[in-house]
């Protein structure tokens, strides 16, 4: 997805504090695009069916109301239309059970939240480095 042509990040996440750290965060960072978020993945899954163009890349947290981010991912990559959009799982867990799991649904990276802005940032330039540019 592209706005006005820059590339979209959309970040999947209940916790409003979250996503205004990880928005501002990706503000500072530099990163091109525009940064989006919608507080739960039934919403994401919503968002993708209404939108005409795809996000450049998804942020997606693992532990949501109504559906998980678990549940999330393996519906998107299991819909033809949503299933090569690189998706980031964005989470605090460190479980080395939830890494493989979402590396066998189809998850590009799993990426624990930090605690620290300026952590925030780099990780944020670090993705756009990775996922936003030519």
Request: net charge negative; aromatic share 6%.
């Amino acid at each position: 997805m592209k706005v006005l042509d820059k590339p979209v990040v959309v970040m999947a996440d209940d916790d409003e504090d979250d996503c205004l750290l990880a928005r501002d965060a990706f503000k500072q960072s530099g990163s091109p695009g525009v940064f989006q978020c919608v507080e739960d993945g039934t919403k994401l899954l919503d968002l993708l069916s209404k939108s005409h163009t795809l996000p450049a890349l998804i942020l997606l947290d693992l532990n949501m109301p109504r559906k998980d981010g678990r549940q999330i991912l393996k519906e998107m990559k299991d819909t033809c239309r949503f299933k090569n959009i690189p998706v980031v799982v964005f989470t605090t867990s460190r479980e080395e059970k939830d890494m493989t799991l979402c590396r066998e649904i189809g998850a590009n990276s799993f990426v624990t939240k930090p605690v620290l802005f300026d952590d925030w940032v780099r990780i944020m330039r670090s993705l756009a480095d990775k996922w936003l540019t030519c």
